[in-house]
Each structure stands twice: as C-alpha cells, then as structure tokens.
C-alpha cells in the first residue's frame, strides 16, 4: 500500500509539471510581442494652419503612413519636411527614430519679361526681375529700341494690343508672371512740294528722312511711263541721271550709294531688305514693312521706248561712276534682294529723294 501510495504522488508531480509547461508554452506562442514606436514631429516654420504637432508611428513604417498636407504660408512656395540632419522626408522614407520634421520654404517670386514685337529685335531687361510678390515694379522705357516709321505706344500684355497697356515708368505691384509687349503706332510723316503742290508722305528709315513715294514733278528730261500721265500718277515719272540730281525740291537731294546702304541695312540687308521696302502691290511680293513704298515704275531707254513697270522698279543714286554712268538700284518682283550696279546716265528711272 505505502509503495503504491508513493507512486502515485510522484506521478501527480509529473503531471503538474507537465501540465505548467505546456501552459507557459501555449501562452508565450500566442502572446504579441510589443512592437517598438517613434515620434514624428512636425514644424510647420510659420504655415498656418499648422498640422497635428506630433504623431506616434510604429518602428519601420513610411512616411507616407502619417504624411500631413501640404502646408499654406502666403508669398512662399512649400518644398518639402527635412530633419534636422537636412534629409527630405518623402513618401518612401522609412521611419527609424524619433524625429522633428521642418517645413522648408521659398519666397515666391514673379518675373517681368519685356518683348519688342519687332522681328529679330531684343527689348530691354529688367534688372530687378525677379520680384518678390507684391513687390512695386516699374515699367520700363523702351530704351534704345527703335521701330523705323513707327512711334512707341507703351506696353501691353497681348502682342496685339488686345489686353492690359501699361504705360513706360507707371508703377504697380506685382503678383503674378508678366510678359509686356511694345506697341507700335505708324509715325509717317507729309511734306508739300510748294513747286506743284504734290504731298508726299515722308518716312524715318537708315537715320535719313525720305520721301514715301516716288518723285512726281515736271521737271525737263522726265516722263510718263508710256507717255501715259496715269502711269505718272502710279508710279511718279521717270529721270535721266542730269535731272535727277536737281529734280528734288528745296531741303531735298537726290540720295547718296551710303545712304541707299544704310536705308538697306536698316532693312535687313542686300537678301532681303526688298521685300521689306517695296510696297504691297499685287505680284510685287512686297510687305512695305519700312512704309517705304518702293514701287516698279520700270525704265525708259533714251530711244523713248519703255520697259519693265509692274515687274522691275530703278532708282538713281548720287554717285557717278565715270563721265557716262552713274549707280543705281533696282529691285524685282521675283526677289526679296536689293540690287546695285551703275548704268548710263541717259537712260531714265524713278527718283526718291532724301532729306538734308
């Protein structure tokens, strides 16, 4: 009996031990181990409103599990949140410490941009673009631009004149991009031949004031294009080289080859500045940009015949080649180009006159 009463207590602690550790093992396997946490917190640097100041995140998490919006600061442009190390927090940056974020910024800025609205033309710069917003802006002049035959008219911030003018030295306040475009109004001269009475208009071109059109006046040795007085009309009348060097009226002259240069060059040069000088009449493909008005009177052979109106126009110049010849220009309706060469003295072509 006592033998048996022994055995028995000792398999009752065998079973309570057994009994206890498979407790412990059960309860250890199911319990979750506690997980390690950081906080996140933010500065806004002056944003208002501010986001939540501090946020707890579980160790290993990404940013973008507590990321706040954007924030709002006025006059400024938000960049992103850095710690104090100066690493941007993105999305997918993990979190692995306590950390304060700071909101960066930019003061926001604006710009001014000035545009001449003359093809191949530069308009002056601000040198103090770019402004902070609501900075006071001055409107530029226009400086040394120049348009020939055309006055400057303020800005604007259509190119066609469609939106907002602004006036040369008025000052606003800034808050938004700018683009200021030069506007153009045509400054075209007259001038009255007390001789005859014909006005002409004048134009602003090479630094020489010219006559707009074609001489027109009866002088001895000058002509109709076909003995036609409508042609004289048209195309003012045509002069041989002794008359066209005193046909012009008082204050006027026949122009010299350098000023035919320089009212070129001002025009773009030999290759194209025909286009830009001859006028728009139909098949003489010209634009009359420079309201030069250049037109294809033809010329007259010294045996009275004609030839070339409607398709070529010549000019004399002032200067001689030798005792028979002198230079002269012409232009074609097949080409944008501006040709010079000398030619007899005796034949006749169209007079354009310059001012002294």
């Known amino acids: 009996m006592g033998g048996f009463k022994r ?92 950390v304060t974020l700071t909101a960066k910024w930019i003061i926001t800025t604006y710009t001014v941009t000035y545009m001449a609205n003359i093809t191949g033309a530069a308009a002056p710069a601000d040198p103090h673009s770019p402004y902070p917003r609501g900075a006071q802006v001055t409107v530029l002049d226009i400086d040394s631009l120049e348009r020939p035959n055309y006055a400057f008219d303020g800005w604007n911030t259509a190119a066609n004149g469609s939106g907002t003018p602004y006036a040369a030295k008025t000052v606003f306040n800034i808050y938004s991009n700018i683009v200021l475009h030069a506007q153009w109004v045509l400054s075209v001269g007259e001038f009255i031949d007390t001789r005859d009475y014909q006005v002409y208009a004048t134009v602003e071109a ?58 070129i060059n001002a025009a773009g040069g030999d ?4 286009t830009k000088l001859k006028s728009s009449l139909p098949n003489w493909n010209g634009d009359d940009e420079f309201r030069f008005s250049a037109m294809p009177g033809g010329c007259r052979y010294p045996d009275n015949t004609f030839y070339h109106a409607g398709d070529r126009g010549f000019w004399w110049t002032a200067d001689e080649f030798n005792e028979n010849s002198s230079y002269r220009l012409f232009m074609r309706s097949d080409s944008a180009e501006v040709f010079e060469y000398y030619y007899q003295k005796n034949y006749s072509y169209s007079v354009r006159c310059v001012k002294d």
Not at 52 to 79: L, M, N, R, Y
Not at 229 to 241: A, D, E, I, T
Request: aromatic share 14%; glycine share 8%; proline share 6%.
């Open 7 to 98: 055995a028995s207590l000792n398999r009752g602690k065998w079973i309570f031990f057994i009994t206890v550790f498979f407790c412990f093992c059960i309860e250890d396997r199911f319990v979750t181990p506690k997980v390690k946490q950081f906080t996140v917190t933010f500065d806004a640097n002056g944003a208002a409103p501010a986001p939540q100041s501090s946020v707890a995140v579980d160790s290993g998490a990404v940013f973008s599990t507590v990321i706040p919006d954007d924030p709002q600061k006025p006059d400024s442009t938000f960049i992103g949140w850095f710690d104090d190390k100066g690493k941007m927090y993105t999305a997918s940056t993990i979190i692995v410490r306590d």
């Open 206 to 263: 090479g630094g020489k004031k010219w006559m707009g059109k074609n001489l027109n006046y009866a002088a001895d040795s000058s002509w109709c294009y076909s003995n036609d007085s409508s042609n004289c009309v048209k195309y003012g009348r045509l002069y041989n080289w002794d008359s066209a060097v005193q046909s012009c009226p008082p204050g006027w002259r026949l122009p010299a080859r350098q000023e035919w240069t320089d009212l």
């Open 271 to 274: 290759n194209i500045a025909g």
